[in-house]
């Protein structure tokens, strides 16, 4: 009641350190909103489990920062362009490191077409992992879990509650990082894990010598897996 002076409950972040150790080990706080086109910079060691928990190194300064762009805008499509001339941390050095994205989504087709560039303006050889996640709110039995695999080309996820059915296509075969989003809230019952979404990363390991340039394209198509 209004005006009370007594004891305020808990909340589930007081109540961290009270947790049973299968959900006290589930607790992690992001950095950032999982959102869609995210870009990362991470050491070459890097690893879904270390990613998935938030304990990897972001060594550049794309996440979170504004980006320049414009969006163009025709009879069959419209692209948005984004471009960031940022740094990137390696062995305690800053150097410069730009990235491109165009995204172009046509009028009459349910699909994306996304286009990266990075390139090197500095003196010095660049060699990272960089990714793109995104994450969905899907629920995929076969990418529902921590996971990595290697090559992959052509990547397809279907959601038959939801009648979506999505599908990749790269021009440069990728890692793919898949984990499920979940929160922990506390009811009547006790704690409860309540499934959110997937997060899904595809990464690139890259040198880039000085004064080069890197490039990858894919496609994402969305369909009705019963059409």
């Not at 109540?15 to 080990?25: E, K, Q, T, Y």
């Not at 471009?83 to 009028?107: A, N």
């Not at 003196?123 to 290697?150: I, M, P, W, Y």
């Not at 997060?199 to 894919?218: A, I, N």
Request: aromatic share 10%; with cysteine; proline share 6%.
């Amino acid at each position: 009641p209004a005006g009370s002076s007594g004891p305020t409950p808990a909340s589930i972040h007081d109540r961290a350190g009270m947790l049973d150790p299968g959900f006290s080990d589930l607790l992690v706080y992001d950095s950032y909103e999982r959102r869609g086109w995210i870009d990362h910079c991470l050491p070459i060691d890097s690893d879904v489990h270390s990613f998935s928990r938030g304990k990897v190194n972001f060594l550049g300064d794309f996440l979170n920062q504004p980006y320049g762009g414009r969006i163009e805008k025709t009879s069959s499509a419209a692209t948005a362009t984004l471009r960031r001339r940022g740094s990137i941390l390696l062995d305690g050095v800053l150097h410069p490191l730009e990235l491109r994205k165009s995204i172009r989504i046509p009028r009459k087709e349910r699909k994306c077409l996304a286009t990266y560039r990075l390139s090197n303006p500095s003196g010095q050889t660049l060699r990272f992992l960089f990714g793109s996640e995104c994450n969905f709110a899907l629920k995929d039995a076969h990418v529902n879990r921590v996971g990595q695999t290697q090559g992959v080309q052509k990547f397809q996820m279907t959601d038959p509650a939801a009648r979506l059915q999505l599908s990749w296509n790269f021009s440069r075969a990728a890692q793919l990082w898949t984990f499920p989003i979940e929160t922990i809230s506390d009811s009547e019952k006790g704690m409860e894990r309540t499934y959110q979404g997937v997060s899904l990363t595809f990464l690139w390991l890259l040198t880039l010598p000085p004064g080069r340039s890197w490039d990858v394209r894919w496609t994402l198509t969305i369909e009705s897996p019963h059409a």
